[in-house]
């Protein structure tokens, strides 16, 4: 690739001073979802009436209250979804209907033929100001650009003044804002303001949409553009600075939020970030980034999978397995090292309350506030180590073995994974810890098994004697032992000197129980270590506790790898 002078740096604005760096995002803007213009003139299969009106009342229950639904001039579908919206009682008290409109007159006058019923609206107004559009587009000077966007609001006032039952608060966009030189976009939106005029108030104030039609900055030269127009543009008070980021560079989310630091009021987007080209912004990004910083978004994103679900059934859209929060891998964990401390915090927070601090490591927030499940989270592939396969056993089948063990139990998931070169399932994970452990029957096989308890004389210190006398396969040769002990597996131990066993020491014993009740099972776990000085592993499961250590002695001297 060889530049030659066809690109050029975003150019710096005049010298100014910036406060934004040293701020922070401490409340929610105004949200505006532009999902139903924005977001679908950018699908294949732009959705219809009934899908609109669908889509439409998913934003309401999920809290926006500015929702842009459209370019009622433009086509009949537009038209015809914002009149049931109006004559079927879709829109309630406290939402605000926005509709989209370029500075013609003709388009207007369609417009608010379009609103009539309606209670109260935004009407958004933009055109082109861009050194681009200006060349390419319409040919046109700075003087006649913004004598469009002028005579624009005055063809709003006099159709307001055919509709007084409507209450109108007005937002202009200087399309292609980020590419617009910025004291001619200053220049643009005052001359709106002005020609506004009273009808601008505190209670009603306009609304200056500055878009990153095309994102070609650096977030922080888009918040400087931001914060410069903020100290520049007259009558603030009666203001309202929204952004509308694209993400072409695919940095929409950070030039979001660092124009909120800059001084913006307002933010418009979509879910998911759907739009033309990369998109636009997330807005379920934004939100949920806000939450994970202790800040309430007003927005309600408690059950992420079924808003998913109806987006993309509405509009033809998948979403990224990486996307943020939404993403079907996003609360997944590969690397072993995550896997292993994503375990550990997880039973650590079972002893806390509710709302302790979240402090998980590897999950930036909790995956149930968004209505996803844990499950998910460990996933068993190649880079999985000894805590991942741990965990799937423990979350999935209850069995928790030993932490000295797990590293035994890893590797062996891990030579499985890299032998398929695929992710493995928990079921997966489960036979190779059984085929290993529970199933085996070389060269050591109980046929049989008797076990008679003699307590101590009572009033005396005695232990309780157990002998055992069972009937053994050793390496196919059939074998009666009888042996005493203090328990079931002393004594089976004890009993297995007489045979060709190799002699073994028991190095650690571990036990737990499955389930609850009559229908408990125990896990028991054994380490040995054998005469010739190796070491092995043993895992037993019975409905009788003196049974399961057994089966783990007998499942240890089968253990081979």
Same mark, same amino acid.
């Given at each position: 690739?060889?530049?030659?002078?066809?690109?050029?740096?975003?150019?710096?604005?005049?010298?100014?001073?910036?406060?934004?760096?040293?701020? +922070?995002?401490?409340?929610?803007?105004?949200?505006?979802?532009?999902?139903? &213009?924005?977001?679908?003139?950018?699908?294949?299969?732009?959705?219809?009436?009934?899908?609109?009106?669908?889509?439409?009342?998913?934003?309401?229950?999920?809290?926006? $209250? !500015?929702?842009?639904?459209?370019?009622?001039?433009?086509?009949?579908? !537009?038209?015809?979804?914002?009149?049931? =919206?109006?004559?079927?009682?879709?829109?309630?008290?406290?939402? $605000?209907?926005?509709? =989209? @409109?370029?500075?013609?007159?003709?388009?207007?006058? &369609?417009?608010?033929?379009? =609103?009539?019923? @309606?209670?109260?609206?935004?009407? +958004?107004?933009?055109?082109?100001?861009?050194?681009?559009?200006?060349?390419?587009?319409?040919?046109?000077?700075?003087?006649?650009? $913004?004598?469009?966007?002028?005579?624009?609001?005055? *063809?709003?006032?006099?159709?307001?003044?055919?509709?007084?039952?409507?209450?109108?608060?007005?937002?202009?966009?200087?399309?292609?804002?980020?590419?617009?030189?910025?004291?001619?976009?200053?220049?643009?939106?005052?001359?709106?303001?002005? !020609?506004?005029?009273? @009808?601008?108030?505190?209670?009603?104030?306009?609304?200056?949409?500055?878009?990153?039609?095309?994102? @070609?900055?650096?977030?922080?030269?888009?918040?400087?553009?931001?914060?410069?127009?903020?100290?520049?543009?007259?009558? &603030?008070?009666?203001?309202?600075?929204?952004? +509308?980021?694209?993400?072409?560079?695919?940095?929409?989310?950070?030039? *979001?939020?660092?124009?909120?630091?800059?001084?913006?009021?307002?933010?418009?987007?979509?879910?998911?970030?759907?739009?033309?080209?990369?998109?636009?912004?997330?807005?379920?990004?934004?939100?949920?980034?806000?939450?994970?910083?202790?800040?309430?978004?007003?927005?309600?994103?408690?059950?992420?999978?079924?808003?998913?679900?109806?987006?993309?059934?509405?509009?033809?859209?998948?979403?990224?397995?990486?996307?943020?929060?939404?993403?079907?891998?996003?609360?997944?964990?590969?690397?072993?090292?995550?896997?292993?401390?994503?375990?550990?915090?997880?039973?650590?927070?079972?002893?806390?309350?509710?709302?302790?601090?979240?402090?998980?490591?590897?999950?930036?927030?909790?995956?149930?506030?968004?209505?996803?499940?844990?499950?998910?989270?460990?996933?068993?592939?190649?880079?999985?180590?000894?805590?991942?396969?741990?965990?799937?056993?423990?979350?999935?089948?209850?069995?928790?073995?030993?932490?000295?063990?797990?590293?035994?139990?890893?590797?062996?998931?891990?030579?499985?994974?890299?032998?398929?070169?695929?992710?493995?399932?928990?079921?997966?994970?489960?036979?190779?810890? !059984?085929?290993?452990?529970?199933?085996?029957?070389?060269?050591?096989?109980?046929?049989?098994?008797?076990?008679?308890?003699?307590?101590?004389?009572?009033?005396?210190?005695?232990?309780?004697?157990?002998?055992?006398?069972?009937?053994?396969?050793?390496?196919?040769?059939?074998?009666?032992?009888?042996?005493?002990?203090?328990?079931?597996?002393?004594?089976?131990?004890?009993?297995?000197?007489?045979?060709?066993?190799?002699?073994?020491?028991?190095?650690?014993? +571990?036990?737990?129980?499955?389930?609850?009740?009559?229908?408990?099972?125990?896990?028991?776990?054994?380490?040995?270590?054998?005469?010739?000085?190796?070491?092995?592993?043993?895992?037993?499961?019975?409905?009788?506790?003196?049974?399961?250590?057994?089966?783990?002695?007998?499942?240890?001297?089968?253990?081979?790898?």
């Amino acid at each position: 690739m060889q530049i030659k002078g066809k690109y050029k740096a975003f150019e710096d604005l005049p010298p100014f001073k910036r406060t934004w760096p040293e701020k +922070h995002i401490t409340k929610a803007p105004l949200w505006c979802s532009v999902d139903l &213009r924005d977001g679908n003139q950018a699908l294949v299969n732009p959705m219809g009436v009934e899908q609109k009106l669908e889509y439409f009342d998913l934003l309401v229950k999920l809290g926006f $209250k !500015e929702i842009e639904v459209g370019f009622p001039a433009s086509s009949r579908t !537009e038209y015809t979804f914002l009149r049931r =919206l109006i004559e079927e009682n879709h829109v309630p008290d406290d939402v $605000k209907l926005q509709v =989209l @409109c370029q500075a013609r007159r003709h388009l207007i006058e &369609r417009t608010f033929d379009a =609103l009539r019923g @309606c209670k109260k609206a935004i009407f +958004h107004i933009y055109n082109s100001t861009s050194p681009a559009q200006r060349k390419y587009t319409f040919n046109k000077s700075k003087e006649e650009i $913004k004598a469009i966007a002028v005579d624009g609001i005055k *063809c709003i006032k006099e159709c307001l003044d055919q509709k007084g039952d409507l209450e109108v608060q007005l937002e202009y966009s200087p399309e292609s804002f980020s590419t617009t030189e910025i004291d001619y976009a200053l220049e643009v939106c005052q001359a709106v303001v002005e !020609e506004w005029g009273d @009808c601008a108030t505190e209670e009603n104030k306009v609304i200056l949409n500055l878009p990153t039609t095309v994102e @070609c900055a650096m977030p922080n030269q888009f918040a400087d553009q931001i914060e410069y127009f903020c100290q520049h543009i007259p009558g &603030r008070e009666k203001l309202i600075i929204s952004l +509308h980021n694209h993400n072409d560079r695919g940095e929409g989310t950070a030039q *979001c939020e660092l124009g909120l630091l800059a001084g913006a009021d307002r933010v418009e987007g979509c879910l998911f970030g759907n739009g033309e080209r990369t998109g636009n912004l997330d807005i379920v990004n934004v939100a949920l980034n806000m939450y994970s910083q202790g800040i309430d978004p007003g927005l309600d994103f408690s059950d992420i999978p079924k808003i998913a679900s109806i987006y993309s059934r509405l509009t033809g859209m998948e979403i990224g397995p990486r996307t943020p929060y939404a993403g079907e891998l996003v609360f997944t964990a590969f690397s072993g090292s995550h896997q292993d401390a994503i375990r550990k915090a997880l039973a650590c927070r079972t002893k806390m309350g509710e709302n302790a601090l979240w402090d998980v490591p590897y999950l930036t927030i909790d995956p149930h506030d968004i209505g996803r499940e844990y499950e998910g989270i460990i996933r068993i592939n190649s880079q999985s180590g000894k805590g991942g396969a741990a965990f799937v056993l423990e979350k999935e089948y209850g069995i928790a073995i030993p932490k000295a063990m797990q590293s035994l139990f890893g590797a062996l998931i891990k030579n499985i994974t890299d032998t398929k070169q695929r992710e493995i399932s928990a079921k997966e994970v489960y036979e190779v810890f !059984e085929n290993t452990w529970l199933n085996t029957h070389y060269p050591l096989t109980v046929l049989d098994l008797t076990e008679r308890h003699i307590e101590g004389a009572r009033g005396t210190n005695e232990e309780e004697q157990v002998t055992a006398m069972a009937t053994i396969k050793w390496e196919g040769e059939t074998i009666a032992i009888t042996g005493s002990g203090n328990g079931p597996l002393d004594a089976f131990v004890d009993a297995l000197k007489n045979t060709p066993a190799p002699a073994f020491k028991v190095l650690s014993f +571990h036990e737990h129980s499955i389930g609850e009740g009559v229908n408990s099972k125990a896990m028991a776990y054994i380490h040995i270590i054998k005469e010739d000085g190796i070491e092995a592993w043993g895992v037993g499961r019975s409905s009788n506790v003196g049974r399961a250590g057994v089966a783990a002695l007998v499942s240890a001297l089968n253990f081979k790898l």
